[in-house]
Nanobody, 124 residues
Framework: QVQLVESGGGSVQAGGSLRLSCAAS?????MAWFRQGPGQEREAVAA????????FYLDSVKGRFTIARDSSKNRVYLQMNNLKFDDTAMYYC????????????????????WGQGTQVTVSS
């Protein structure tokens, strides 16, 4: 199992920006950011194939969030701009060591490694 460590969460006013970072202890086929608000199900925010760079985004964050990786492919970032109150949630980094079909990039069942989560709070 790959160990994942997130950082970068915090509190920000609506319209502000935050950058989340996730460091992986090993290689992955895909990495993703999920979030879970109080009383809500976990949902995929963004995902990326670590080799090809192909991405997936939740519709509500398109144009505001960007997932990116560094050259070593063992770290992934989530740049979040124009944050909204509804973006408030615990954000989790996830990694998949096995091949993930494109249609399944947003499914938590495809990821076998999870970070501890980092809280993002957006005030209106």
């Amino acid at each position: 199992q790959v160990q994942l460590v997130e950082s970068g969460g915090g509190s920000v006013q609506a319209g502000g920006s935050l950058r989340l970072s996730c460091a992986a202890s090993g290689n992955t086929y895909a990495m993703a950011w999920f979030r879970q608000g109080p009383g809500q199900e976990r949902e995929a925010v963004a995902a990326m194939y670590t080799e090809s760079g192909g991405t997936f985004y939740l519709d509500s964050v398109k144009g505001r969030f960007t997932i990116a990786r560094d050259s070593s492919k063992n770290r992934v970032y989530l740049q979040m701009n124009n944050l909204k109150f509804d973006d408030t949630a615990m954000y989790y980094c996830a990694g998949a060591r096995r091949k993930v079909p494109g249609s399944r990039m947003g499914s938590p069942d495809e990821y076998d490694s999870w970070g501890q989560g980092t809280q993002v709070t957006v005030s209106s």
